[in-house]
C-alpha cells in the first residue's frame, strides 16, 4: 500500500468519525432550557425557592400578628365555678368569734376590651362584669353583683415605652424579610448558573472526549500503515497508541462527570429523576455599562445586611433606654370609673347604678443597688460602641463588594471575548495541524501539542462563559439591582 493510498484512507475515516457526538435516543423529547429559563424555574419551583417563599410567608404572618396585636382586643374571662367548703371565723354581734362550717359557690364572667397606646405604652380598657355568690352555712344566701361598664387605663411613668420600641424593630424586621426574601431568590440564580455551566461544561467535554478519541483512533490506525511500509518508527507508533488509551479513559471521566452534573442540575431545578435535559447556552451577552457609583449606591440602598445594622443599632439603644428608665426610679397609674350594683335577683344589679370610681398611684424607688444600675448602663452603652464599629466595618464592605463586583464583570466581558477568539483560533489550529499530520508535513508531537491546546482553549472559552455569568449574578446580588433594566430588585409577591 502506498503512502498516498494510506493518506487518502485515513483522512477519510477522519471526516466520518472527528465530528460524531454523543446524543441520546430520547434527545427529541428533552426538555430545552436556556441558562435564564433555568434560573427562571430554579426561582419559582426549586425547593429552594420554595423553602425561601415559606420563611418569607411566615415573615409575613408574623408581622400581620404583630398588627392585629395593636387593634383592641376583646376577651372573655370567667370562673365557672369556683367552690370552697370551709371553716371559718364568723364575728358574733356581742364582738365573739365563732367557727362556723361554710360553703361558697362563686361564678363570674368578665368581657373586656383593651387598646394598646403607642405614644405612651400604656393600655386603656373597658369591660364589663357580673358576678354571683351563693354562700350555705346557718343560712343560705345567694348574691349577685354587676359591673356593666368600666372605662380605666393603666399607664407606667418614667418607664421606657417597649411599645414604641416593638413598633421600630417589627417595621424593620418586615423589611429585612422582604429584602432577604429578593436576595435569596439571587443566590439561587448564582446557584443554578454553576449548575448549568457544570453540565454544559460536562457535556461538551464529553463531546470533545469522545471527538478526541475517534481522532487519536483513527490516527493510530494511520500510524499502524505508516509503521509497516517503514515510514515512522515504533516510538511513534507507541507514542500514538498511548494517546488513544489516555482518551479513552478521559472519555470514561467525562461520562461520569456528564452524568453527576445532570443530576445535580436535575435538583436544582427539582425535574424528576431521569429527566432528559437539554440546555442551550446564550451566545450573545448583555451590554451592560455597570458603573461603580451607581453599584455602590445601589448596594447601600437595597441590601438587606444594611436594614440588620439599623436594626441592630436600635436594639442596642432599646437595651440603654431600658438600662436607664427600667430599673430607675418609676411610677405606675391606674384610673378606672363606671356604674356596678348588687342585689339578690339578676335582674336587680343592673336597675339604680351607682358609680364605681378608683385611683391608684404605685411608686417604684430603688434606694441602694450597688452599682447594678450604672453597670448595666455602661454595659448597655459599650454594646451600642461595638455594633456602630462593627455596622461601620460592614457597610465599608459593601461599599467594597459592590464595587468590585461592577469591575468584575467588566473584566469578565474582556476575558470572555479573548478566550472565544482563542478557542476559534485553537479550533482552527488543530484542524490544520490534523490535515497537515495526515499528508506528512509535521510531526506527531506537532499535532498533539496542537490538540491539547485546543482542549485548553476549549476549557478556557467555557470557564471565562461562565465567570461572565456568575459575575453577572454575582453584582445583582450584591446591589439588588437590575442594571438591564435600571430598576431595583423585588422579590415576587
Known amino acids: 500500500m502506498t ?14 468519525l472527528a465530528p460524531v457526538s ?27 425557592a420554595k423553602a425561601a417563599v415559606a420563611q418569607r410567608n411566615a415573615a409575613r404572618q408574623r408581622d400581620r400578628a404583630f398588627a392585629g396585636s395593636l387593634l383592641p382586643q376583646l376577651s372573655l374571662n370567667g370562673n365557672l365555678p369556683v367552690y370552697n367548703r370551709s371553716i371559718i371565723p364568723v364575728l358574733q354581734p356581742d364582738g365573739s368569734t365563732v367557727f362556723r362550717p361554710q360553703q361558697q359557690n362563686e361564678a363570674a364572667l368578665t368581657a373586656q376590651v383593651s387598646q394598646r397606646l403607642p405614644v405612651t405604652g400604656g393600655d386603656l380598657f373597658v369591660n364589663s362584669s357580673l358576678s354571683r355568690l351563693d354562700v350555705s ?31 421600630r424593630e417589627q417595621d424593620l424586621r418586615y423589611d429585612i424579610s422582604e429584602r432577604t426574601f429578593a436576595e435569596s431568590l439571587e443566590e439561587i440564580a448564582i446557584a443554578t448558573t454553576n ?16 471527538t478526541n478519541v475517534a481522532v487519536n483512533d483513527s490516527l493510530y490506525t494511520l500510524n499502524e500503515g505508516r509503521f509497516e511500509v517503514g515510514r515512522i518508527g515504533e516510538n511513534d ?8 488509551l489516555r482518551a479513552q479513559n478521559a472519555v470514561d ?3 461520569l462527570e456528564h452524568d453527576r452534573t445532570l443530576a445535580a442540575l436535575r435538583l436544582a431545578l427539582d425535574l424528576p429523576v431521569g429527566a432528559p435535559v437539554r440546555l442551550t447556552v446564550p451566545t450573545d451577552i448583555p451590554r451592560l455599562a455597570a458603573d461603580t457609583a451607581l453599584a455602590v449606591r445601589e448596594a447601600l440602598k437595597n441590601r438587606a445586611a444594611l436594614q440588620e445594622l439599623e436594626l441592630s443599632e436600635v436594639q442596642a439603644e432599646r437595651r440603654i433606654s431600658e438600662s436607664r428608665y427600667g430599673t430607675g426610679p418609676g411610677a405606675s397609674v391606674q384610673a378606672s370609673m363606671g356604674f356596678n350594683q348588687t342585689g339578690a335577683e339578676a335582674g336587680a344589679v343592673y336597675q339604680d347604678l351607682r358609680q364605681a370610681q378608683r385611683f391608684s398611684v ?9 452599682g447594678s444600675r450604672s453597670g448595666q448602663i455602661e454595659a448597655a452603652r459599650a454594646d451600642l460602641s461595638r455594633q456602630e464599629f462593627s455596622n461601620r466595618q460592614m457597610r465599608e464592605q459593601t461599599v467594597q463588594d459592590a464595587h468590585f463586583a461592577a469591575l468584575q464583570l467588566a473584566l469578565a466581558e474582556r476575558v470572555l471575548q ?19 499530520y495526515v499528508i506528512g508535513r509535521i510531526g506527531i508531537d506537532n499535532l498533539y501539542q496542537a490538540q491539547t491546546e485546543k482542549d485548553g482553549a476549549l476549557q478556557s472559552y467555557l470557564q471565562a462563559l461562565r465567570g461572565y455569568w456568575v459575575a453577572y449574578y454575582q453584582l445583582r446580588r450584591l446591589t439588588m439591582y437590575d442594571f438591564e433594566r435600571n430598576a431595583p430588585i423585588r422579590g415576587a409577591p
Open 3 to 16: 503512502h498516498t493510498s494510506i493518506s487518502a484512507l485515513a483522512l477519510g475515516a477522519l471526516m466520518m
Open 22 to 48: 454523543h446524543v441520546p435516543l430520547h434527545a427529541q423529547q428533552a426538555m430545552e432550557f436556556t441558562l435564564r429559563d433555568a434560573v427562571e424555574r430554579a426561582q419559582r419551583q426549586g425547593l429552594q
Open 137 to 167: 352555712g346557718d343560712r343560705d344566701i345567694r348574691t349577685w353583683q354587676s359591673t356593666p361598664l368600666l372605662v380605666g387605663i393603666r399607664q407606667d411613668l418614667f418607664r421606657p415605652n417597649r411599645q414604641r420600641w416593638d413598633n
Open 195 to 210: 449548575a448549568f455551566f457544570d453540565h454544559y461544561n460536562a457535556r461538551v467535554g464529553l463531546e470533545n472526549a469522545e
Open 237 to 244: 507508533l507507541l507514542q500514538s497508541e498511548l494517546a488513544l
Open 253 to 255: 471521566a467525562a461520562r
Open 362 to 370: 404605685g411608686v417604684q424607688i430603688p434606694v441602694l443597688q450597688w
Open 418 to 436: 479573548v478566550a472565544a477568539k482563542a478557542d476559534t483560533v485553537g479550533t482552527k489550529r488543530f484542524d490544520v495541524a490534523k490535515n497537515r
